[in-house]
């Protein structure tokens, strides 16, 4: 079945860094495109930043600048390092797959990223 496991998250202070991973398994991950979603409390989930198969990017507009997504297809593999974190990033991050024409959309269980002022 497929599975998305996130790694990476964890306290940093403003300022600081982080590198998210997301592990792809049970599905063919060129064929993916493959987004990096976050949810703060009481909010709804946000789109973060998505990269397409041929590897084409899109950021929310809150992350351009800051944060970059990349992919390596021989390891089925997302990343998205994040720099300049600010407290406002302060949120649980998804990683999510999905093929364009397809209905289904997986996610993974999701990592903590806390930004302390």
């Known amino acids: 079945q497929v599975q998305l496991v996130e790694s990476g998250g964890g306290l940093v202070q403003a300022g600081g860094s982080l590198r998210l991973s997301c592990a792809a398994s049970g599905i063919i991950f060129s064929i993916n495109n493959m987004g990096w979603y976050r949810q703060a409390p009481g909010k709804q989930r946000e789109l973060v930043a998505v990269?397409?198969?041929?590897?084409?990017?899109n950021y929310a507009t809150s992350v351009k600048g800051r944060f970059t997504i990349s992919r390596d297809d021989a390891k089925n593999t997302v990343h998205l390092q994040m720099n300049s974190l600010k407290p406002e990033d302060t949120a649980v991050y998804y990683c999510?797959?999905?093929?364009?024409?397809?209905?289904?959309?997986?996610w993974g269980q999701g990592t903590q990223v806390t930004v302390s002022s």
């Open positions: 999510s797959c999905w093929v364009l024409g397809r209905s289904s959309v997986y």
């Open positions: 990269i397409t198969v041929d590897g084409s990017t």
